[in-house]
């Protein structure tokens, strides 16, 4: 599985919006790029999923470089109950759906 | 979404002792589930493949006769922690990979605790 590359933590305000970087310079062109996102004592929750466009949902944005080296999860208004782990995981396409997770971001949100 | 459920929420057990975790599907049929084990501050890791009807498929490094997985239907996998040990206490969560989609739905957490 490709590996990503995230900071540790990151801190934010509230009602500010929040860009969570990730690299994946070794990502091959069948992989995907999911974010997860765990809450403490809780399991993780799916954010959202992109191949090559950017896309939007009601939780976030993602903006895939055009090289796809790189993705950044975009909040666009934190709010306290988004701080959790942000976790972005690359996954092959129709291969099990397996999910290797990294060490992710720990995004703190303050009031 | 999709719901998964597990059961119990928490445990704590005695050394040498065996303990089952529950984990449902509750809106849909799911021929694959995984279970993850994480420890405090740390990422989840990736126990197991579970499959209906087959063997598990076990990661490198999780012993498969310590670590029973039973996927007898498909809305249910149990995982069975054998002789448990202190170290074996963590953080147990299982996903479900529900057909057709690219989304992986996970249950809520099994804190085991093992004295």
């Known amino acids: 599985d490709a590996k990503t590359t995230q900071p540790n933590s990151m801190e934010s305000n509230e009602e500010e919006p929040v860009h969570l970087p990730c690299n994946h310079s070794t990502i091959s062109g069948t992989d995907y790029i999911h974010w997860y996102r765990q809450l403490p004592s809780q399991g993780p929750e799916y954010v959202i999923h992109g191949l090559t466009s950017n896309v939007n949902n009601r939780m976030a944005s993602l903006a895939i470089a055009e090289d796809r080296k790189s993705s950044t999860l975009i909040l666009h208004r934190a709010t306290l109950r988004d701080a959790a782990v942000y976790y972005c995981i690359l996954r092959e396409y129709n291969q099990g759906g397996k999910l290797i997770f990294g060490q992710g971001t720990e995004l703190s949100v303050k009031p | 979404g999709a719901v998964v459920s597990q059961h119990p929420s928490w445990v704590i057990c005695k050394s040498g002792t065996s303990v089952k975790i529950e984990c449902r599907s509750l809106?849909?049929?799911?021929?694959?589930m995984f279970w993850y084990r994480q420890f405090p501050k740390q990422s989840l890791m990736l126990m197991a493949t579970?499959?209906?009807?087959?063997?598990?498929?076990?990661e490198q490094g999780v012993e498969k006769d310590k670590f029973l997985i039973n996927h007898a239907s498909l809305t249910l996998s149990t995982l069975t922690v054998t002789s448990a040990h202190p170290e074996d206490s963590s953080f147990y969560i299982c996903?479900?990979?529900?057909?057709?989609?690219?989304?992986?739905?996970f249950g809520p957490g099994t804190r085991l605790t093992v004295l």
């Open positions: 996903s479900v990979f529900p057909p057709s989609t690219d989304t992986q739905y």
């Open positions: 809106d849909f049929q799911a021929t694959t």
């Open positions: 579970s499959n209906e009807g087959s063997k598990a498929t076990y």
